[in-house]
Structure formats: C-alpha cells, structure tokens
C-alpha cells in the first residue's frame, strides 16, 4: 500500500485518476492534513516538522510500504522522516526539479509563498553545481481564488503567468493543484507540474520494497 500525505482535500481524486490511468491497481491511502499547511504557512514548515514526522510514523505503522508527500512546503520535512521509519518517503515535486534542473533555466511559479523557497532549494539540490539561471515568481491573487473554492479562476491566474514568461528551458508549477493549468497555457515553452512524475517514482519505491 502506498500513502499519500496531503494538506489539501483536492489532492486525493487527483491522484486516484492518475493511479487508474498510469497504475491500475495499486493501492492508494489518502492522508489529509490540512492544518500543517495551515501552521506551515504561519510559523515556517520548521515548526511543522515533527507533526510531519508523526503523520508519516502513522501511514507506516497502518501497512504503508512508502509514503508520497504531495505538498511542497512541508516535503523537505517529510522527506527528512524516512530514516526514522525505514521506508521510502518522497516529496512528489522531486522528479519536476529533476527534469527541471536539467534544463538549466527555470522560471518557477507559485501561488503560496511558502513554496517558493523549498521548491527553489530542491533545483537547486537536483543541479548538483550544475550551471542553473533560476527564477521564481509568486502568482499574485491566485492563492486567494483557490481558498474561496474558485478552481476555474486559479488555474486561469496560473496559466496566465506561465504564458507571460517568456523565453526559458522550462516553466515548473510548484503546487500539485497547479497541474490542471499547464492544459490552459498557449506557451511553446515546456510546463512541468509534479503529480504525475512524482506518483510513478512513488509507486516504483514502494514496489521494490
């Protein structure tokens, strides 16, 4: 069984149709902790850690075999649990920066600001001293029409941001509830959101365990 940890009640039909295109019949438990964002977002994804640490120790001890953390601010802290536990635990934006990395210019968009800086970091991490032009930019009001339940008028400010970028190697959607949007630019240039990617790794990891 795999686990995914989410911090939004939006994630789970996401990734359960993306299991039943890509991975038929895996088993996916959802986990969804929306205060950790909340308290993330407030006091910095530090404070949060340990509640990560915890969410994650309960996945693994209800029969988890790897467990998918799908919110990027608070990734880094669940990532950092896998040790405690003894299985795989991924920050499902890891494979997006990979490819993004490789790319060498990146123009990262965001509409949290406490995304910005982990997904920044984790680019940075995958370019490994790798010559890397990174830039990043908050999508301004998108967050709030998320929050007030409009998903047309988010994924609309987000691709609207994405087509004014202009010239890059490639444009990265740090929030997985960014992904919709890449299906709603006109730019030519590539837009890689981490769903997707980041289940596969997931479900590779948890079936090698």
């Known amino acids: 069984m795999l686990a995914l940890l989410h911090t939004s009640p939006v994630h789970p039909p996401v990734f359960d149709a993306l299991r039943d295109r890509d991975h038929p019949g895996v088993e996916l438990r959802h986990l969804v902790h ?3 964002l909340e308290r993330a ?3 910095g994804p530090g404070a949060v850690a ?3 640490a915890e969410a994650v120790g309960k996945a693994v001890a209800d029969g988890a075999r790897a467990v998918l953390c ?3 601010t608070i990734g880094a802290a669940a990532e ?3 040790a405690r536990y003894g299985v795989p635990v991924l920050r499902v934006d890891r494979p997006m920066a990979a ?3 490789a790319r060498g210019r990146v123009v990262v968009l965001a509409a949290l600001e406490s995304t910005l800086a982990p997904t920044a970091a984790l680019i940075r991490e995958e ?3 790798r010559a890397l032009n990174l830039r990043s930019v908050l999508v301004p009001g998108a967050w709030e029409l998320f929050l007030a339940g409009d998903p ?3 994924l609309d400010a987000v691709a609207r941001a994405a087509d004014a970028v202009g010239e890059t190697g490639a444009i990265v959607l740090a929030q997985a509830s960014m992904a919709p949007a890449a299906l709603r630019t006109s730019t030519t240039v590539p837009v890689l959101s981490s769903p997707r990617p980041g289940l596969r790794a997931a479900v590779a990891a948890c079936a090698v365990r």
């Open 70 to 72: 799908t919110c990027s």
């Open 152 to 154: 047309d008028g988010y």
């Open 41 to 43: 977002v407030a006091e």
């Open 127 to 129: 370019a490994a001293g």
């Open 80 to 82: 950092a649990s896998a």
């Open 99 to 101: 490819e993004a990395a």
């Open 50 to 52: 340990e509640e990560v």
């Open 34 to 36: 929306e205060e950790l």
